[in-house]
Each structure stands twice: as C-alpha cells, then as structure tokens.
C-alpha cells in the first residue's frame, strides 16, 4: 500500500475513533447524572486506576503500556469534565475537595 492507501485508512479509523469517543462521552454523562441524583462524588480514583490498568493489559503494542495510559488520562479527564458539567446543570453534585484532579484547559 502506497502512503495515500495509509492515510486512507488512518482517516476511516480517525471516523471511527470519533464515533466511539462520542459514544463513551454520552456513557460518561449519563454516568454524571447518576452519581448526582445519589450525591456521589465525580472523582472516583479507584474506578479510575481499574481502568487504566484494563487499558493497558489490553493493549499489544505498538502503544506502549504509559502511552495507552497517557492517552486514557486525557480521555477520563474529558470524560470526568463531561460529568460535572452535566450534572451541575441538573443538580447539587457531592464535592470533589482534596481530589487532587483538577480540569486541564
């Protein structure tokens, strides 16, 4: 396959990408909405060590394991920021003090 073939298909994995990321962020909000209806706190940092691990051990490279884990931080941190934003739209969420995450811009 010549480059034009590659970048074809990095640009139907790109849609795809998208899709998922989209699908998981609508995961996330329903999520938010839940936690806040039960006055939990957004940050669930054991939750999110099980995913991290998960994401990893999944992985066969060429990604290594702190590449697939910077990747999924971002992708929490998205997801976490998805999750206040809805929920102190419909409600009073638990507080996050001392969770130490804060939102990166």
Known sequence: MDID????????????LVELLNERAKCAVEIGQIKC???????DPKREQRVLERVT????????????RRLFERII????????????QNGPVAADA???????T
């Open 5 to 16: 073939g590659w970048r074809a298909r990095i640009d139907r994995i790109d849609e795809e």
């Open 37 to 43: 209806k039960n006055a939990e706190q957004i940050y």
């Open 57 to 68: 051990s999944l992985s066969s490279g060429p990604l290594t394991d702190d590449a697939m």
């Open 77 to 88: 941190d998205e997801s976490r920021r998805l999750e206040r934003l809805h929920a102190e």
């Open 98 to 104: 001392g969770s130490g995450r804060g939102e990166r």
